[in-house]
């Protein structure tokens, strides 16, 4: 079975910051999947950002990337400028390769991001 | 294009009722999924469908049911609600498995008192 670790609970930055969110993760498994979601108050979640494991350059969309260390099974996500917008719950999530991930994901608890003015 | 769309959005049940969460997406998308989130954590999934007519159990199936006898729609059954069930529940479907991108329902509040 797989795990999601997020270590952080909580954490506020002042807008236009950067900020990383930290996520590490278990498996026997060698080809996987990792993403990053985003879930504001209105409850919808929201992809941010997918990474292939067999790929080792790391995913990026616009302000968003990860920082991807198969070894350390770990899995960060920087937000660069950041935006009161990005004030949310972000949830790192893991999905097996084989099957094409059909049985579904595997989430960490959540960071609650907070973006102040 | 309404995507997946999740009713009711919110429920207060009590104890021993039954209910169904109707879940319906227009994306022609084979692979729906149910999952609840409780308080603090991240979300568990509770059943399944790569297509209609099969589904299997996910990580925390007791006490619910599911069918798919349509692409369309997903309903979540739950028989003699528990307080245990009080939780956030959010259908997703997605293209071909969650190596894709998933779309995710606004949710359904549920509340067993």
């Known amino acids: 079975a797989q795990t999601v670790t997020q270590s952080q609970p909580e954490m506020s930055v002042q807008e236009a910051e950067t900020v990383t969110l930290s996520c590490t993760y278990d498996t026997s498994e060698n080809n996987y999947y990792l993403f990053w979601y985003k879930q504001p108050p209105s409850r919808q979640m929201i992809l941010v950002i997918r990474?292939?494991?067999?790929?080792?350059q790391n995913a990026t969309e616009n302000r968003f990337s990860v920082n991807f260390q198969k070894a350390a099974k770990s899995f960060s996500l920087k937000i660069s400028d950041s935006q009161l917008g990005d004030t949310a719950m972000y949830f790192c999530a893991f999905a097996l390769y084989s099957g094409g991930g059909a049985d579904g994901l595997t989430f960490g608890k959540g960071t609650h991001l907070i973006i102040q003015p | 294009n309404a995507g997946v769309t999740q009713t009711p959005k919110f429920r207060i049940l009590k104890i021993g009722q039954s209910m169904t969460l109707q879940c319906t997406q227009d994306?022609?998308?084979?692979?729906m999924y149910w999952y609840r989130q409780d308080p603090g954590m991240g979300l568990k999934l509770i059943y399944y469908?790569?297509?209609?007519?099969?589904?299997d159990k996910g990580e925390v199936p007791n006490g619910y049911n599911v069918s798919r006898s349509t692409t369309e729609d997903f309903p979540l059954r739950l028989e003699l609600a528990a307080p245990s069930q009080t939780s956030v529940y959010f259908c997703?479907?997605?293209?071909?498995?969650?190596?894709?991108?998933?779309?995710f329902g606004q949710g359904t509040r549920l509340t067993v008192v």
């Open positions: 994306m022609n998308h084979n692979y």
């Open positions: 990474q292939e494991a067999y790929k080792q």
């Open positions: 997703a479907s997605s293209y071909k498995g969650m190596n894709t991108e998933a779309f």
């Open positions: 469908s790569v297509g209609a007519g099969i589904t």
